[in-house]
């Protein structure tokens, strides 16, 4: 079964620190995995797609499907930073592309 | 401003009493979905709209109705809810159903006592 696994529920780590959030899939086919982020008081909205392989807000992730990975990363984390940070893929299935959710990882920033 | 709006944002209900939450799109998008999102499980999918008059279970579905008769609208009807409704409701939008963008609403938190 397709399925999305971050396997922590909250990452805290002081400004300036290196940030890693992880994302495992599992997933039959080939893949589209996704980046949402959810800052307080705001709506959830994409950060970043593999298949875009660009870099938002200083954030990257690239896709191993060695490891069926899909972890998140910024060099240098900033206070603004701190979010519900969700990992999603795409699975196609009943003629449409479904959208399975992580159980989302808090990232605190303290300064 | 091309925005997915929910309404109410917060409601607080009692078991059985019938309640809609309403979602609203501006965006011309075919797909449209509701979501649950609770404490340790993420968001769950309860049921999608792939066009008007096109709509499809989740894979939490139970308890909820839909329906789809306007391309803007998609609202979500709990006809007698119960306490293990409660929890965190998302609406989303997204262009077609090929795409996983998806843009959401603001969420609507609802209480069943």
């Known amino acids: 079964a397709q399925r999305v696994t971050q396997p922590e529920k909250l990452l805290s780590v002081f400004k300036g620190a290196p940030v890693e959030l992880k994302c495992n899939y599992s997933?039959?086919?080939?893949?589209?995995l996704f980046w949402y982020v959810q800052y307080s008081r705001q709506r959830l909205q994409l950060l970043l797609r593999?298949?875009s392989r660009e870099s938002i807000k200083g954030f990257t992730a690239d896709l191993n499907k060695g490891e069926t990975s899909f972890h998140l990363k910024k060099p240098f984390a900033q206070e603004e930073d701190s979010a519900m940070y969700y990992c999603?893929?795409?699975?196609?299935?009943?003629?449409?592309?479904?959208?399975?959710f992580g159980a989302g990882t808090r990232l605190a920033v303290h300064p | 401003e091309a925005q997915v709006t929910q309404n109410p944002r917060y409601l607080i209900t009692v078991t059985g009493k019938k309640l809609t939450v309403t979602c609203s799109q501006n965006?011309?998008?075919?797909?449209m979905s509701w979501y649950r999102q609770d404490p340790g499980l993420g968001l769950r999918q309860i049921y999608y709209?792939?066009?008007?008059?096109?709509?499809d279970k989740g894979d939490v579905p139970e308890g909820y109705k839909v329906s789809r008769k306007e391309k803007r609208n998609f609202p979500l009807i709990l006809e007698s809810p119960s306490p293990n409704q409660t929890s965190l409701y998302f609406c989303?939008?997204?262009?077609?159903?090929?795409?996983?963008?998806?843009?959401f609403g603001e969420g609507s938190r609802l209480t069943v006592l």
């Open positions: 997933y039959s086919g080939s893949p589209e």
């Open positions: 999603a893929l795409t699975s196609f299935s009943g003629g449409y592309n479904k959208l399975i």
């Open positions: 709209s792939m066009n008007v008059e096109v709509t």
């Open positions: 593999h298949i």
């Open positions: 965006m011309n998008h075919e797909y």
């Open positions: 989303a939008s997204s262009l077609n159903s090929y795409t996983g963008e998806l843009f």
